[in-house]
């Protein structure tokens, strides 16, 4: 987040979410931002920081996967929760997301882990904290993007109608509350890190119920499977 008042937010979500920029805790936040990196490497690049926002405008938005927080290792996060860049090795909470496709629809491995192909179909792939200082995850949980983060949501249920909130692990679930589950479908398992995916993230059938809801609705189903390496998409 740069220091300037004009924060570089999709313009679509800007108009949902400019005022956020005045409250008192997006200013502090931004104090503490601007002092994190005068002594430790900060995740994502500043430029990439609300990049699941650009992906995926707020009037586009249909499926909503939440993360944590940014991957915490070198080139690996690009501001889109458990995606990276094409020619960054799938970290392995993205290569159980992977499995759990392929366990429920078919689709074999693709060979990179940017998702940016989902996120251009309406996915929108938000962490609840949107930074992290290298190597220490969670390390900017408690800092105000909570507060942000609860602030989207809360706009997307208010003002759609029928998306899907997909929550994995209990830091995604909190945002649960802020759901109006007679307007929204929301689907909740364990997160797809190695230390629970197969405490039922694997078996959850997400993917299918995802396009299944979607399809009910009259719209077309997300294709999980990814474009091939080199296709220019991010």
Known sequence: MASERTPQLEPSWLAVLGDAFEQPYMHQLRTFLVEEKKN?????????IFNAMWNTPFESVRVVILGQDPYHGPGQAHGMCFSVRQGIHPPPS???VFKEIERDLKIPHPNHGCLTSWARQGVLLLNAVLTV???QPQSHAGKGWEQFTDRAIAELNRRHEGLVFALWGNAAQKKAAMVDRSRHLVLTAPHPSPLSAYHGFIGCGHFSRINEH????????????LPPMGTPLD
Do not use: E
């Open 40 to 48: 430790f490497t900060v995740y994502p690049p500043g430029h990439d």
């Open 94 to 96: 993205l290569q159980n």
């Open 133 to 135: 200082r290298a190597g």
């Open 214 to 225: 979607l399809q009910r609705r009259g719209t077309p189903p997300i294709q999980w499977s």
